[in-house]
């Protein structure tokens, strides 16, 4: 039967049971396509990305003699639209059966669920046999449960996967190490070895130019840092547990101005776009910490092990499970306009302008970067979550809604009311200045909570507390922080309060 199998940009699966055994009436069909380009603006680097990633997965699927149909943006017959390629290439090709891997986003679900209504052959869908989940799984687990509490979901992973287990127990006897996982970072120790990629990707950019595709960022089109083949992937992934998985989990929290990358594994592209797996990168960093070369603690592999096992698993299970409500949620009621700085980095808050800086330069800024620089200052400035959520969606190499969703909407922006973070992710400027060395050379004073050169995430914090009071009193979480604004005067609220609104901008 003359089959046409799609593959989506982010399914380059080379492990996949689809690439063993007979391919002979099989056309794989990809494309590069104006709906995805244009759905929000993205970053330039990680549209090349994509593009490049894409196109070699191709020829990979073309070296193995297997037929492929690969649409470049520009080409004639590109429909730039998936059901009218699919249609098109159907009845072109007199297909007879279509096949495709279950889409991780929930927009491309709902189209794909449309073309097969629209076509007149039989189709199939199969796993991408990319996660260690199915979507169903995380819905399954806290069914009949008051809450989500990703260390339960976490544990359940480490015992079903036998991922760090001593018999039934904990290897170390403890199931997390976060404790140990919050020290500041200073030069004293070297700069963090960074892996040198310098792939060229000149065509592709002009070909992106050509066709007029808006975009943010800056890229050095013969500098390109970010692997787009497995062997690539393969090889920053081992480059991480060599060098920097010994100090990951000892600086996971830790910023520093000039420092992008610290000690995190820039994996997160490789992982989306599935040219590795979950498991892999787990394997290697175990089988890495079980040699014992590079010296590296329990707490270290544990905080790697947890964000893959646990968080990313966790993430795509919550958004399943809740979308299409979720794309909704603003739960704190926050309407303000995100600010223009977050576009072009020109702020005087240091903290802001070199994490924004260094997402527009590299489409990359850490975990702590992302959820307490930016997100906290966009979630104190109760700025509405959809523009929050578009500039996440857009800015970042690694960013696809399933895992920005209910990372941004709801573990950084708390407009799910508490499905996934128990409390807001809010901080003044002091949980800053004790993570980073961004203060010392910020104009503003992060000691300060009123008065031109007042830290302004402090007046905003306090600020936010006043007025989110109602909308959290319930939060048992939150009973500490609400004692101590009682404890400032009345006079110095005011004035906290005026500081404040000058940091926020009202939607016109
Ligand atoms: P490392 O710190 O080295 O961690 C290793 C891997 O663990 C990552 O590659 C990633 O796959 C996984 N991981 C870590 N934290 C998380 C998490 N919270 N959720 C899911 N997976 C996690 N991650 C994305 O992949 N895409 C996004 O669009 C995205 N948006 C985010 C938005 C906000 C507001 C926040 C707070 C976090 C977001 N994250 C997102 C999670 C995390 O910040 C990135 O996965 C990480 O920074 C990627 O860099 P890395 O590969 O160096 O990660
Ligand atoms: Fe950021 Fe405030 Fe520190 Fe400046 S003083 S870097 S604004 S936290």
Redesign the pocket.
Known sequence: MKTLRLLLGDQLNQKHSWFRGSQENTIYFMAEMRQETDYTVHHIQKIIAFFEAMEKFSEWIRNKGIKVIYYRLNDKKNKQNLIKNIEDIVSRHKIEKFEYQLPDEYRLDQQLQQLKGKLSIESQAYDTEHFLTDREELCDFFHGKNSLLMESFYRHMRKKHKVLMNNEKPEGGKWNFDQSNRKKWNDKLGKPKQYQLKSNVTSTLARIKKSGVKSIGKVDPENFIWPTSREDSIKLLRH?CQYLLPH?GDF?DAMDPNEV?LY?????FS??SKLISPKEAIDTAIKSWKEGKASIGLNQIEG?VR??LG??EY?RGVYWMSMPDYENQNKLKNSNDLPDFFWNAETSMNCLHKAIQNSLDNA????IQ??MIT?NFALLTQTHPDQVESW??GI?I???QW??MP??RG??QFADGGLVATKPYISSGSYINKMSNYCRDCIYDVKQRTGENACPFNSLYWNFLIEKRKLLKDNHRMSMMFNLLDKIERKELVEIQRRAKKFMTKKQ
């Not at 995190?264 to 997160?268: A, N």
């Open positions: 991480f990951f996971q990358f995190h594994s820039r994996i997160s992982l989306n790697f964000q893959i968080w990313r993430m990359y800024a850490h975990h992302r959820l997100g996440y969606l970042y690694d960013a696809i895992v920005e990372n941004t573990m950084s």
